[in-house]
């Protein structure tokens, strides 16, 4: 069930570019500065899923993005809730959590954004 109005994703550019400053604000704003990202290739999305989303003419692509940083285990969890109630973000799909010998952890945690795209062009 979704509240207000529904918001079309961005177009392909602005989605990718939203999605790197956006991860890159919440890592800053808990003083993480020594991240691995790593977004990998825009995936097709079915077009059952891109119904109501998209304008004629248009296809969704999921974006995926991996990031990986070291803290403390509160700060972890704070980021990725941050993370998970972005609109930037259309669901932190997965998370993994190793402890360190010194107690940090490491947190790897993957984020989706959809964008999109015109029908029938390239990647």
Not at 68 to 78: N, S, V, Y
């Amino acid at each position: 069930i979704g509240f207000g109005p529904v918001e079309l994703p961005d177009r392909k550019q602005q989605g990718s570019l939203l999605m790197t400053e956006q991860v890159q604000a919440v890592l800053a704003e808990y003083g993480i500065t020594d991240d691995n990202f790593n977004m990998s290739r825009p995936t097709p999305m079915s077009g059952s899923k891109s119904v109501g989303l998209t304008n004629a003419g248009e296809k969704l692509e999921r974006l995926k993005t991996e990031v990986e940083f070291k803290t403390t285990p509160q700060t972890a969890i704070d980021i990725i809730s941050t993370m998970e109630s972005d609109p930037a973000f259309e669901a932190v799909s997965n998370v993994k959590l190793d402890r360190d010998e010194s107690g940090k952890i490491r947190v790897r945690i993957t984020i989706e954004s959809w964008v999109r795209v015109k029908r029938g062009a390239r990647n």
